[in-house]
Structure formats: C-alpha cells, structure tokens
C-alpha cells in the first residue's frame, strides 16, 4: 500500500458511479499506526405512523438491564445498541385551538417542532426539519446531501386531514417552512440514483445493456474494480468483497420483484418495476439502500417513512386483514388493541432487520451501526387518544464513539422531542442553538 487512495474514490463506467466503503488504504499510515480515530457519523430518521401500544412498548424499570417489552422484543438481536426514550412530547403537533388533524400534525411537527398552518392548499407553513438541517451543513461532503425514503407514496396536495394539506402527512423531512423534500418509495429508482452517472441518457443506456444480458452494475466498473484490488491489502480486499456481494445481493432482489410484478400485473397493467408486493420485502430493500448509501458515504443523512401517517395499510401477513388507523382507534376493545400490537411489533422485527444488518458491516472504527444514530419512533403517542407526549421514541447506534446506548431514559414529562435533535445535531458536527420548540439540549445520553 505505497499510495493513498483518495476518501472519494468512485469505480466508473457506462452510467454507473460506484462509490467505496471506507477503507484503511484511504487513512493515513499515522493515522491506522496511532490508532487515532477517524470516524464518519450519520443519523437516519425512522417513522411509523398511527401511534405505537403504549404499554407493550415502554419498559417497566429505568435504566439498564430492562426488560424487553412484546412490542420492542424482535430488538434482542441488537440488545444492548439501542436505548428506550420515554417523556418526549411534540407541544405544536396538539390542535392548540385548530381542531381536528392530528395525523397531519404529527408527522410535519415530528422533525421540525413547528405548528403547521392548517390549510389544504397551496399555503403551506411549517418549519425546517432537523434532517435538513444537518444536510444543509454537512451536503456538500457527500454526493447527496440527504436520502428520503417511503413505502407509500402519498400526495402533495389536496386534503387529507380535516382540512390539512396531504403534503403534512406524507413527508416528515422540510427543506423550509413551505418546502417538503418529496420521499422515493421505488426501491429501484433509489438503485439507479445512487449508482447512475448523473447522465440520463447513459444511465437509460446502462439500464437496457443490464436488463438485455442480465448484467450487474459490478459488470461495468469490473476494470476500475480489478486495478483497485491490486493497490490494497488483503482486509481491504475482503471489505470490498463484502460491499459488492451486497451490491449484487439487492440487484437480484430488484430483478425477483420486477419479475413478480411482471407476473401479477392487473388487467394487463404491469405494476411499477421495483416495489416489492410484500410490504416486508419493501421496508427492508429500503432499509438496505440506506444502509448502502451510508456505507459508501453516498449522504450521511436519511429519513426513512415506513407508512404515511393516518395509513389504513392492511397487515394480513401478521393475522391483521383491517386497516392500520383503523385498529389504532381501539376505544381500549382487546381484539383491535391486539391487532395494533401486532402491526407495532411487524414494524419493529423490520426496524431489528435494519439494525442488525448496520451491526454486521465492519469499519475501521467499529461497526455502521456504532457509527450512526438511528431515532425510530412518531409523532402520535396512543392512536385512540391522539396524543403528542409520551411519545414512542427509540434511539439506536453510538454516534461514532459519542452515545451511550442500552437504557431506558425516562425524562420530565412534555420534555420537547426537539431537544434530543439539538443534541444529535451537535454528535453530528452541526451545533445548533434552537430548532422548532426547543428548549436546550436532552442529558444521559453522551
């Protein structure tokens, strides 16, 4: 290793740009010698909508060694990388005299802590999220400044919520107070963007030659690939491995779904290449194309939109054929609280599947999920009450040395939800003085 390889490395060819995990070929020789720590961070934005069983999610005792609720149970496979948050509120996302729209409300206060203006046309208000606001520092490092993705689509307009603006319950991430950052839900075209040129044109070109001879975007950097491997070491080289099996991995995922979805198209209409028919399937390929666009450096910043909120989405896979809103006004009837408990663990076991695969992936300094943070949780405390305190709020990852993780932190009851991101802005290299409601920063966590 006489040379070193420069941090934006990228593999080229016909439409694709492929960038490169962090490797030790791309450190200082002083710094891999002096075990000095150089550590990327990233923070992603997980939400579930319609509220959370309150009572099977929150552990019973505080601090360590807590028992794992039924609710939070999948996350055993990752014990010990996560903390439970109980206390945190949401003021702006209560009706505070506007009436009726409290699944609007939760999901554009979520991140920005701002009381949106309650309209259903074109004058949307709300405020600056806290994903935005770390991507408007930190964008310029990475080829994206952010990554927003869904599994549902939803509108931009129109009214989906007494009288709220269906841009509120379909977007958690705000580029300003009127400007929602539009999610992706097709997992393939998240694919094509992390890994095409910029070109169209050449990209469209990749795509057929792919497509027509089955070929893998790896088979069009294969020479950039093969020159690299001669210029790193041999851990390295089993890194670089790893990340193309991964690459590859979710490129015959893509191509099992298109197929699929060839098959069971209706009526003769084919349904849009990429999205999974098994909701499962679909968080957790999104799930993987964050995961990759961090590995790579890609952005350092993602929100991740597992339903929009108010969602009737059906969960027949776990036994729950009614729809999801449906089930969170239980009005305290065992079988619909059951149900609800039963979709609230469905998104967890796909929230343990994200995790425990950023746990698997080795960095020069511990694992990408030691070197993230991951908030998982909404805007909505208990779905029949519609309430915005004790708020469902799951906080996974080390941040690149800086959290403590593995407890149950219960705080001051209407502690503001903001002030934990004032405290991850500052773990991610952007101080921040005040966002939305803020009050200061969140303590026992650093």
Not at 181 to 196: C, D, Q, S, T
């Amino acid at each position: 290793m006489s040379q070193l390889i420069p941090r934006r490395k990228f593999l080229k060819g016909l439409g694709t740009v492929m960038a490169l995990p962090l490797l030790e070929a791309m450190l200082p020789i002083t710094a891999l010698a002096s075990s000095m720590k150089v550590r990327t961070n990233r923070i992603a934005f997980l939400f579930v909508p319609n509220g959370i069983s309150m009572p099977q999610w929150t552990p019973q005792a505080e601090g360590y060694g807590f028992e794992l609720p039924d609710v939070i149970s999948p996350l055993s496979v990752v014990r010990g990388q996560f903390s439970v948050l109980t206390g945190l509120a949401q003021h702006n996302a209560f009706d505070l005299g506007d009436g009726p729209g409290d699944h609007a409300r939760s999901a554009a206060a979520w991140l920005t802590g701002v009381h949106p203006r309650k309209t259903a046309g074109a004058d949307i208000k709300n405020g600056i999220s806290a994903d935005q606001v770390a991507a408007l520092r930190l964008g310029h490092l990475t080829p994206f400044p952010s990554l927003e993705l869904g599994c549902e689509r939803g509108a931009e307009a129109g009214n989906c919520d007494s009288g709220y603006s269906c841009a509120y319950s379909s977007n958690i991430s705000w580029r300003s107070e009127s400007t929602p950052v539009a999610k992706e839900i097709n997992p393939r075209l998240v694919f094509e963007r992390l890994f095409g040129s910029g070109d169209k044109g050449e990209s469209a070109e990749s795509r057929v030659l792919r497509t027509r001879y089955n070929k893998s975007v790896l088979d069009f950097v294969i020479e950039d690939a093969s020159q690299l491997k001669t210029q790193i070491g041999s851990r390295d080289q089993r890194k670089l491995d790893e990340y193309f099996t991964a690459v590859r991995e979710i490129e015959e995922r893509l191509a099992k779904f298109d197929r699929a979805n060839v098959a069971a198209g209706i009526n003769g209409v084919r349904i849009p290449s990429g999205v999974p028919q098994d909701y499962g399937d679909h968080i957790r390929l999104m799930g993987d194309m964050m995961i990759l666009a961090f590995q790579a450096d890609l952005t350092r910043v993602a929100t991740f939109m597992f339903a929009n909120e108010g969602s009737n989405r059906s969960y027949p896979m776990v036994g729950v054929p009614e729809g999801h809103h449906d089930m969170s006004h239980h009005g305290t009837d065992p079988m619909k609280l059951k149900k609800k408990e039963q979709i609230d663990k469905f998104h967890v076991t796909q929230l343990a599947y994200i995790l425990q695969k950023m746990a698997s992936i080795k960095e020069p300094e511990g694992t990408l999920l030691d070197n993230s943070m991951v908030v998982y949780g909404g805007g909505i405390g208990d779905g029949d009450r519609h309430n915005h305190d004790d708020l469902p709020i799951l906080l996974a990852g080390r941040g690149a040395g800086t959290l403590r993780a593995g407890a149950h932190n219960v705080y001051a009851s209407n502690t503001p939800l903001n002030n934990l991101y004032l405290s991850l802005l500052d773990r991610m290299g952007v101080p921040t003085e005040t966002l939305g409601d803020s009050t200061g920063k969140l303590q026992h966590l650093f």
